[in-house]
C-alpha cells in the first residue's frame, strides 16, 4: 500500500440530517474526493470536505471541489484595558 502525505488526504463528513449522526470517509486526493462528494450529495447527503494538511474546508460548485467562500471568524483579541 502506498503512502499518501497528510496534505493529500481529504476527510468527507457526511450524514442525511444535521440531527443524525453522520460518517467520516477519507479520500485520498482531491480528485477521489470530487467523486465521492458528488455521489454523496446526489444521494441527498449533507457533505463538510476537509483538507487534512491544512485544514481548509471545500465545497462543490459547478461539480468541482473548491475551496469554501466561508471563513470561520477569527479570533477576537482582547483590548487591553488602561489602568488609571
Known amino acids: 500500500m502506498a503512502t499518501h502525505a497528510v496534505g493529500d488526504i481529504f476527510c468527507l463528513y457526511f450524514w442525511r440530517s ?3 449522526p453522520g ?5 485520498r486526493n482531491l480528485f477521489s ?3 465521492v462528494c458528488a455521489e454523496l450529495i446526489e444521494a441527498g ?5 476537509i483538507q ?3 485544514d481548509v474546508e471545500y465545497e462543490m460548485r ?3 471541489l473548491v475551496v469554501s467562500e466561508k471563513r470561520s471568524p477569527k479570533p477576537r483579541r482582547h483590548a487591553r484595558r488602561k489602568t488609571a
Open 52 to 54: 487534512m494538511g491544512t
Open 33 to 35: 474526493a470530487q467523486l
Open 18 to 20: 444535521p440531527r443524525a
Open 23 to 27: 460518517t467520516l470517509y477519507l479520500a
Open 62 to 64: 459547478k461539480g468541482h
Open 45 to 49: 447527503y449533507i457533505v463538510k470536505v
